[in-house]
């Protein structure tokens, strides 16, 4: 859950809430980000939406109380009567700092619409505003609210994929999010992969120790990924190594090698080997890959590559590492466009949607997705240029032709016309000539 400044105002009526409404986002359903919503609010019957809700009759948004039940089953029966957005009041004013207020219980996936959450005097208006007309009244009667998901903006949009290999769903959103990645490659968008790694160099591992789950004394970790058996997190670290430096390389085939190694590469211990056998088959060039992961290793006082285990860190897991820290990334998957992290379910197209909705100059492609989208507008100094041309090489036409025309109107009347009387005389007494001879025969 998120929290969003400054974007949830009551329009109607104008003086029930005149300061903006702090609200936060679940993380579950569908979040329209960089859209505006507006709708009537109707109050939930039953009030904490546990049950079935009763029809919505055109409002478009619901007021549910908190407790007795789930976020996700409150925001399901709302969903199920017609509405688009549930809000949800908390019991308290506590401003909103936790990200897991309104988690997700498991079935956040049968979830579309959005919901949010927003504080206890404020749902105590809304609420005692609305108990005052019913269901069934006209939208014209009933509280109006303006809502937007806000983005931040920029003129490079940045994307950081926060993924987990021994999660399936990360792979199911790469996947997902393939054919936008294509769509958008012409785009000023920076990606950056942060796959879930740790430090573990502390007090617990002394430094002749080593933890067979971790690269590099420690400093680079997973999780043992099968207890007991033979794979260990130190063959997923350098799995994303691997990754990390395809993706470097040849992101767009990245892309193909995450959707085959998914299916492949199904045991840890052989990470390793079916990597290879992976990379050959969607043509990505293995030495290329080991030395860009040979290379990462440097030496920590000369920035030197070194095999030598006792000094070194590694470039590139250092950077993610230093990522996940500045960007407060606490679960995988996840998504953060422009530092702001994704909620809701996360799919391509939505993930598409936020990336659009970044841009400060917005691409012709994101038109359908970006709210009052127009076109770019042409420099009004060209256009006047362009104009100013035009004219004139209109003119020279016109000129040109006239002068055309009178040229070979004088050529006809000094030079063609006599030529032609001359032959035409000629020919006139050639038949003369002619004529005279057959008299004369006879």
């Keep these: 859950m998120s929290l969003i400044q400054c974007k949830l ?18 993380n579950f359903g569908i979040i ?7 709708g009537a609010v109707d109050m939930a019957i039953p ?15 619901i007021l549910i109380e908190r407790g007795d039940c789930t976020f996700v089953t409150k925001v399901r029966n709302a969903e199920k009567a017609g509405y688009s957005l549930a809000i949800i009041g908390n019991n308290n004013d506590d401003p909103f700092q936790s990200d897991f207020e309104m988690a997700d219980d498991g079935y956040g996936y049968q979830v579309q619409i959005p919901s949010i959450f927003i504080k206890k005097k404020h749902f105590d208006q809304l609420q005692n505003k609305a108990w005052n007309y019913s269901i069934a009244d006209t939208n014209d009667e009933k509280i109006m609210l303006l809502l937007k998901f806000d983005v931040v903006k920029s003129e490079i949009v940045s994307v950081i994929f926060g993924l987990n290999l021994q999660d399936r769903e990360s792979f199911k959103i790469i996947d997902d999010f393939k054919p936008y990645y294509i769509k958008l490659q012409d785009q000023n968008i920076n990606y950056t992969l942060v796959y879930s790694i740790m430090n573990f160099q502390s007090e617990s591992y002394k430094n002749n120790e080593t933890n067979p789950d971790c690269i590099c004394q420690n400093r680079y970790c997973a999780f043992d990924p099968d207890g007991d058996a033979i794979g260990t997190g ?9 990754e990390t430096c395809i993706f470097q390389k040849y992101p767009q085939k990245w892309f193909e090698y995450m959707d085959q190694f998914n299916f492949k590469c199904t045991r840890v211990q052989s990470y390793s080997v079916c990597s290879q056998q992976v990379m050959d088959m969607v043509g990505i060039p293995k030495q290329e890959i080991k030395n860009c992961f040979d290379d990462s290793f440097v030496d920590q006082n000369t920035s030197l590559p070194t095999k030598n285990d006792t000094n070194v860190i590694n470039i590139l897991l250092e950077n993610q590492l230093h990522i996940q820290q500045i960007a ?10 422009n530092a702001q992290t994704y909620k809701g379910q996360i799919t391509g197209k939505g993930i598409f949607g936020e990336i659009c909705n970044c841009f400060e100059k917005t691409p012709k492609l994101c038109s359908f997705e970006v709210d009052d989208y127009s076109s770019p507008n042409v420099d009004e100094s060209f256009t006047l240029y362009m ?4 004219v004139i090489v209109v003119i020279l036409l016109v000129l040109g032709f006239y002068f055309l025309s009178k040229l070979i109107k004088k050529d006809s009347q000094e030079v063609t016309q006599p030529k032609v009387n001359e032959m035409v005389s000629q020919y006139i007494k050639f038949y003369e000539g002619k004529d005279k001879q057959k008299e004369g025969s006879i």
């Design 9 to 26: 105002k009551v329009i109607r009526p104008p003086n029930l809430i005149t300061e903006n409404i702090d609200y936060s986002i679940a």
């Design 234 to 242: 130190k063959d997923v670290v350098n799995e994303v190594l691997r």
């Design 32 to 38: 329209p980000f960089g859209h505006r919503l507006m």
């Design 387 to 390: 104009v100013i041309i035009t």
């Design 47 to 61: 009030k904490n939406g546990c049950s079935d809700l009763q029809p919505t009759y055109g409002a478009q948004f």
């Design 328 to 337: 407060g990334m606490n679960g995988y998957p996840s998504v953060l466009v």
